[in-house]
């Protein structure tokens, strides 16, 4: 039922949401980014000997327990989307997934005086090996590539499964040899902003360059989507 998929998505988005903290050991993170995205800078991490990625803001006063919460929300709200895609195109969920996110506090390293090159709180996700490839954004931009295809039909699923009220870009990560998509930092918008607060929803304008850009597949057709060219979002500041 959209409507009743869209309402929980909503609240789980709007909603405050307390964290559950855990004792964990000291995290390694380099001392200098490797990649910065459109929000935020992206370091080389490890955790227990394992290689992570640990992720701050770029601007100045973004760096709060808010805005890393609102990046996991997205993250997970783009997760569940995938795996319902993933269930009504009949495939594994390991074929088109998102990474598992954390929040690090780092009060115990942290020292005010010196916050102009380190963060008080950190995001961390899993390492995935390959080339990193944006699929599609928040702007406009789609790879209509036939590899690619998989993705662009998530986005237009998130929308029409959400009764309009929700769709998934920047969808981005790495695509492996066999086929699987493995996806990071996705960018979800709602044609109301205020109903989730992030840098990275520009809201009913995304939506609508997306269906503008979109042209629709075989994944769209087995799902039943409507032609992208009816699909647009009505504009809601």
């Known amino acids: 039922d959209p409507d009743r998929l869209s309402e929980g998505i909503l609240k789980f988005l709007a909603d405050p ?10 995290v390694r993170i380099s001392n200098g980014f490797f990649a910065a995205g459109g929000v935020r800078f992206s370091y080389h991490a490890a955790y227990k000997q394992c290689p992570i990625i640990a992720k701050d803001f770029q601007r100045p006063g973004m760096d709060s327990l808010e805005a890393h919460v609102a990046e996991s929300k997205g993250i997970a709200c783009a997760a569940y989307l995938a795996g319902l895609f993933c269930d009504k195109l009949g495939i594994d969920r390991g074929i088109f997934r998102y990474v598992s996110v954390a ?5 115990d390293y942290y020292d005010s005086r010196t916050a102009d090159h380190r963060s008080r709180f950190y995001s961390f996700e899993e390492r995935v090996e390959g080339e990193w490839v944006k699929m599609n954004c928040n702007t406009g931009l789609v790879k209509d590539r036939p590899e690619f295809a998989l993705a662009q039909a998530f986005s237009h699923f998130t929308h029409h499964a959400t009764g309009n009220e929700v769709m998934v870009l920047d969808v981005q990560g790495t695509l492996t040899d066999d086929g699987k998509f493995v996806l990071s930092d996705p960018a979800v918008q709602t ?5 989730f607060r992030n840098p990275t929803n520009i809201g009913a304008f995304a939506i609508n360059r997306f269906h503008q850009s979109h042209r629709c597949n075989g994944q ?3 799902l039943g989507l409507p032609n992208t060219a ?6 809601r500041a």
């Open 17 to 26: 949401l307390e964290p559950r903290w855990s004792k964990a050991k000291r």
């Open 103 to 107: 929040t690090l506090d780092a009060a």
């Open 191 to 195: 044609p109301d902003r205020s109903k």
């Open 220 to 222: 769209c057709a087995q």
């Open 230 to 235: 009816t699909a647009a979002a009505p504009h």
